[in-house]
């Protein structure tokens, strides 16, 4: 059974950072991209960034360009969010995305969510 559980949320000032981790079980990801999305009260969950299977190719949404960085470690089957500057903007739930083929900034095409990790930024 594929197991993807975040880790690292927690409740910070805006300007302040965080680092998520996602560490999946179940399955090696080492040869699949990697994504995180987010779910605001009342929004839509959207797509945060996504890291290829090697870690060499980020993306990300605009509203975090230049803030979050994405990374992975693949021996440890674990993927990272960095999150700089964060903005009550910001406030949600992280959830970690797995896929099984490419990689998709819509939720519909993710095959793997973990349970999700709250982040909060006061003002």
């Known amino acids: 059974q594929v197991q993807l559980v975040e880790s690292g949320g927690g409740l910070v000032q805006a300007g302040g950072s965080l680092r998520l981790s996602c560490a999946a079980s179940?399955?090696?990801?080492?040869?699949?991209?990697m994504g995180w999305f987010r779910q605001a009260p009342g929004k839509e969950r959207e797509f945060v960034s996504a890291?290829?299977?090697?870690?060499?190719?980020?993306y990300y949404a605009d509203s975090v360009k230049g803030r979050f960085t994405m990374s992975r470690d693949n021996a440890k089957n674990t993927v990272y969010l960095q999150m700089n500057r964060l903005k009550p903007e910001d406030t949600a739930v992280y959830y970690c995305?797995?896929?099984?083929?490419?990689?998709?900034?819509?939720?519909?095409?993710?095959?793997?969510w973990g349970q999700g990790t709250q982040v909060t930024v006061s003002s």
């Open positions: 179940g399955r090696s990801f080492g040869s699949n991209a």
């Open positions: 995305a797995g896929y099984i083929t490419g990689w998709y900034s819509q939720t519909r095409d993710v095959d793997y």
């Open positions: 890291i290829n299977w090697s870690g060499g190719n980020t």
